[in-house]
């Protein structure tokens, strides 16, 4: 063994304790699955859907009748003056550009109340992360979508338990 090596391995003994390294004090949650598969969660998801979905269907609809009117300019351009049609292509073109500034509004509002909704069950999550993880005494929880984090045995997953403890706490 190169000298750099033992002295990296003798580093990371110093460093890292024994026990956290056992497979019983660690464990994971998938916090998206959390967010989506818990009672706190979807009711959360239903009350975006709620409040966007109208809009989104108001926009579809905006956005069929710039595609109608564009194919009827494209149609029609062959009988119709130069003039006619450079007039048509500029009202098409702005109906286009109001419809992206409304369309980036709208995607801005649907994230910020995403990042409040959000925040609405990361409370209480990881309360019940808390809770899950000192029943079962692990030292360690961890988010499988990590930087870093390679592999992570499926035993360990946690998220069933939290989701069980959330929708149990938060009825």
Aim: aromatic share 2%; glycine share 4%.
């Amino acid at each position: 063994m190169s000298r750099v090596s033992l002295v990296v391995a003798l580093a990371l003994s110093i460093i890292v304790p024994a026990h956290a390294l056992a497979a019983d004090v660690l464990g994971y949650v998938d916090m998206q699955k959390v967010l989506e598969e818990s009672k706190l969660g979807k009711r959360l998801q239903d009350e975006l859907r709620e409040q966007f979905e109208p809009r989104g269907q108001e926009m579809a609809a905006e956005e069929q009748e710039i595609r109608k009117v564009q194919q009827s300019l494209e149609r029609d351009a062959p009988l119709m003056s130069a003039e006619q049609v450079s007039k048509q292509e500029a009202d098409v073109q702005k109906r286009i550009e109001a419809f992206q500034e409304k369309a980036n509004a709208i995607q801005q509002e649907i994230m910020k109340v995403q990042q409040t909704k959000s925040r609405e069950i990361i409370g209480p999550a990881r309360e019940s992360i808390t809770a899950v993880a000192s029943k079962k005494k692990i030292g360690m929880v961890v988010e499988p979508g990590m930087t870093g984090l390679l592999y992570i045995d499926k035993t360990l997953d946690l998220t069933p338990e939290v989701i069980k403890h959330l929708d149990e706490k938060t009825k």
